[in-house]
C-alpha cells in the first residue's frame, strides 16, 4: 500500500521568496511521486512527476521536487514565487503497475505582494 | 493532455434524490477514475475502471455506483444522495504502461446535497 503525508496544509509566502512543500511517501514498492496543481476553480494539473530516471525532477512554472529514498520525501521548491503561485498543491503516490494514485491531503500556498 | 469534460458542473439537490454525475473524454484513454475532494482530506477515490468491462471500487465506494458507457464515457450515481456526500467531484483518465502512466483530470463537479 502507499500513502503520501503533506506537511503543513497552509504556507504563506512573500513574492520572490522561495516556495517549499513538503511531501513524505510511505509505499511497500518502488513509487512513482506526483505533484498536482489546483487553482480556484479548477480540477488538478500535472506539474511534474517522478518516475525513478532522475532524483532531481523538473516541471512546468519554475517547479521542481527532488527525490530522498533515505529521507522518504519528494519535496516541491519553486527558487521564487509568483502572484500566479497561489494555489492549492498535492503530493500522490502510486506503486508500480497499480495504477490508482493515493493522494495527500494537499497544501494551500498564499502569496503576499 | 487529455479532453476530460464532466457534467454538470454545479448541482444542488435534495436528500434522497438520485443524482448521475457524467465524465466524457476524447482521447481515447483506456482507464477511468471518480474522486472527491474534501477540504483538508485531499482527493479520495470512488471507482475505476481500466476498460468497459472492467469496474473497481476504490477505497469510498458505499452509496455510489458507477457506469461505463463507452471507454470515452464514465458515469457516476448517487442512488440516495445524503448530505456528507456534499463535495467536490473528479473524474480522471491515464494512458500509458507502467513508468508512463499518467492521471489527466477534468474540471470537476460541486455537489450540494441539502
Known amino acids: 500500500a502507499q500513502s503520501v503525508t503533506q506537511l503543513g496544509s497552509h504556507v504563506s509566502v512573500s513574492e520572490g521568496a522561495l516556495v517549499l512543500l513538503r511531501c513524505n511517501y510511505s509505499?511497500?514498492?518502488?513509487?512513482?511521486l506526483f505533484w498536482y496543481v489546483q487553482y480556484p476553480n479548477q480540477g488538478l494539473q500535472l506539474l511534474l512527476k517522478y518516475t525513478s530516471a532522475a532524483t532531481l525532477v523538473k516541471g512546468i512554472n519554475g517547479f521542481e521536487a527532488e527525490f530522498k529514498k533515505s529521507e522518504t520525501s519528494f519535496h516541491l521548491t519553486k527558487p521564487s514565487a509568483h502572484m500566479s503561485d497561489a494555489a492549492e498543491y498535492f503530493c500522490?503516490?502510486?506503486?508500480?503497475?497499480?495504477?490508482?494514485?493515493?493522494f495527500g491531503a494537499g497544501t494551500t500556498v498564499t502569496v503576499r505582494a | 493532455d487529455a479532453d476530460v469534460t464532466q457534467t454538470p458542473r454545479n448541482r444542488i439537490t435534495k436528500t434522497g434524490k438520485r443524482i448521475m454525475l457524467e465524465c466524457s473524454q476524447t482521447?481515447?484513454?483506456?482507464?477511468m477514475y471518480w474522486y472527491r475532494q474534501d477540504p483538508g482530506l485531499g482527493l479520495r477515490l470512488i471507482y475505476y475502471s481500466f476498460d468497459v468491462k472492467d469496474i473497481n471500487k476504490g477505497e469510498i465506494s458505499d452509496g455510489y455506483s458507477v457506469s461505463r458507457q463507452a471507454q470515452a464515457k464514465f458515469s457516476l450515481s448517487l442512488e440516495s444522495a445524503i448530505p456528507n456526500q456534499t463535495a467536490l467531484y473528479f473524474c480522471a483518465t491515464s494512458v500509458g504502461a507502467g513508468v508512463t502512466d499518467t492521471q489527466y483530470f477534468g474540471p470537476g463537479t460541486r455537489l450540494t446535497v441539502l
Open positions: 509505499s511497500s514498492v518502488p513509487p512513482y
Open positions: 500522490a503516490v502510486r506503486g508500480g503497475n497499480d495504477y490508482k494514485l493515493s
Open positions: 482521447k481515447g484513454h483506456d482507464r
